[in-house]
């Protein structure tokens, strides 16, 4: 869901070509209009899923599997356009792609550091959770940092979500149920 509450991405699953990120508007108290396919090149007829609309309202993070990036599924994004569509997508880098696969981005509140879940990157198994900064004046990602136990575990940890203030933080965890299914996890952080 985006900062201001009124755009709710959605991943639909299915058929590979159907594979792709919907979109649906807020209309009001719990109302939201039906999913649409996001429209502007961001979906092909490959995997993409688990976007994030950063806190600029602009910039869509989201995780795809097309031909051109770094192997499995990598992180792009794409800009938002006067009309609403998304387009000049681009691939994040080596900095957070790698061989193996990259998933659910997020973008902190503050837009000070995007958040995602790596089986790079020094996983401890799986996937694990990492943040990364952007240097504007060196105009490129830093090192991708590992948030560590106990929220990474070598059980598959992701699509990680810290609130607004910062206060709690939740996500997506295979740790608890031993049967590789995913729970949600959530952590007071100590401010």
């Not at 973008?107 to 401890?124: I, K, N, P, R, T």
């Not at 940890?157 to 031993?178: E, L, P, Q």
């Amino acid at each position: 869901i985006s900062y201001d509450n009124k755009l709710l991405f959605l991943y639909l699953s299915g058929e590979k070509e159907s594979e792709d990120i919907y979109i649906s508007h807020h209309k009001g108290d719990t109302a939201w209009t039906a999913p649409k396919k996001l429209q502007g090149g961001v979906n092909t007829p490959h995997y993409e899923g688990h976007a994030f609309l950063a806190p600029d309202m602009k910039t869509l993070y989201f995780s795809s599997d097309k031909p051109g990036g770094f192997r499995g599924r990598d992180i792009y994004t794409a800009t938002m356009k006067e009309d609403s569509t998304f387009g000049d997508i681009e691939n994040c880098g080596p900095r957070i792609n790698t061989e193996f696969n990259e998933d659910s981005p997020f973008v902190y509140a503050d837009g000070s550091s995007l958040y995602f879940a790596s089986e790079a990157h020094g996983s401890m198994g799986g996937f694990d959770m990492f943040y990364i900064k952007y240097d504007s004046a060196a105009g490129d990602w830093q090192e991708a940092v590992n948030l560590g136990y106990p929220i990474n575990t070598t059980g598959d940890d992701r699509f990680y979500y810290v609130t607004k203030n910062g206060d709690w933080g939740y996500f997506s965890s295979a740790r608890a149920s031993g049967e590789n299914l995913h729970d949600i996890s959530n952590k007071a952080w100590d401010i």
